[in-house]
């Protein structure tokens, strides 16, 4: 019965929760495309993975905050889905995709300006990993 | 308490020896996997976090699965086949269901018989196929365990590499789903092939799992 048991049990534990943690996750998506298109780099900076945030001033040269505001990222659209997979997310918008991860003060953008190019992996305007 | 012990050594060995390799799975799984965090850049999650996990979850339910299905093919292949020579095999005169007489069904049942064998009708066929249900429902639990905890562990990766994450039906069409399965299954029918054929020409003194020593090869269902 044990070994009934603890298969139920992870069942509900790891399954695909596709909404837990979503509307965090969107909320900061949302946050970053918002800061940007009222020209607040450094909120929008706020919003991005540390590593996301280093590869965007290695590339552009110059401090986040400035460099997030030149890389053309859509305004915020509508919330169209977000899926949530252990420790990342994607949120979806009208006009943009994100992906997302858990730090340990929540979720941060890993990628942002995002277009799917069929079966290979999205072509992202801002991208950290 | 000593007694009970030496009584059930074989059955409390092999639990003990589950729950501590478990423990070690775990572990090392968690190390992997805050291996794998450390180089996306991400920050290493916590034990409890990992034994929560879809990963993990899926690495183990998708071995659970396939030991429980070994052992459910076994127990009901073996009523109709027979393997000459075999210890794991039955008389080849006895292949089938058998007599009510030889199996102690109804008024063959005995004083020490469990009260379902003296029952009839779907008590009966319950109690009578018991052994090989319960495997097979195992099984079943934990391949559907694999298959929901797998996809969600898949879609993880997939939103790490900037990729959509599948829907359930994409999953069941997916090589991961059956690249999962697949693997441990033929392990599983090696093991249990090599096992009922070894054993007709092998020994292994004392063994339950073994013919006595001196058995002919050709001598079938004898346990040692």
Known sequence: MLKLTVPAVLLLGLAGCGSVGGEAASAVAVRLLTAVASDDGATACATLAPQTRAELEESAGQPCDR???????????????????GQWAQVRLTGDTLF?????????????????RG??????????G | MKRFVKENALGLTFGLLFVVVLAG???????????????????????ARYVTSASFGADVAENWQSEYLQFFLFIFL??????????????????GRESDQDQKIGPYADENSPKWARASGVRLFLFANSLGLVMGAIFLL??????????AAFNEEQLGNLEDPMSPGQYLMA????????????????AVASMAILAIYLRQRGSSQSKPVGTAHTATGVEG
Request: hydrophobic share 40%; net charge negative; proline share 7%.
């Open chain 2, 25 to 47: 799975q775990a572990y090392a799984g968690l190390a992997d996997y805050n291996q794998q965090q450390l180089t996306e850049g991400l920050p290493r999650i916590s034990f």
């Open chain 1, 67 to 85: 460099a997030i505001l030149d890389e053309d990222l859509p305004a915020p659209g509508t919330v169209t889905g977000t899926d949530v997979y």
């Open chain 1, 100 to 116: 997302l991860a858990t730090f340990p003060d929540g979720w941060r953008v890993v990628a942002a300006g995002c277009t799917p």
């Open chain 2, 175 to 190: 090589p991961d789903f059956w690249n999962r399965t697949l693997q441990n299954w033929q392990s599983e029918l090696l």
């Open chain 2, 78 to 95: 073996t009523v109709w086949l027979v393997q000459k020579g075999s210890p794991e095999s039955k008389n080849l005169d006895k292949v």
């Open chain 1, 119 to 128: 079966s290979r992996p999205y072509d992202c305007a801002v991208q950290g």
């Open chain 2, 142 to 151: 934990s391949w559907i365990a694999q298959f929901i905890a797998g996809r």
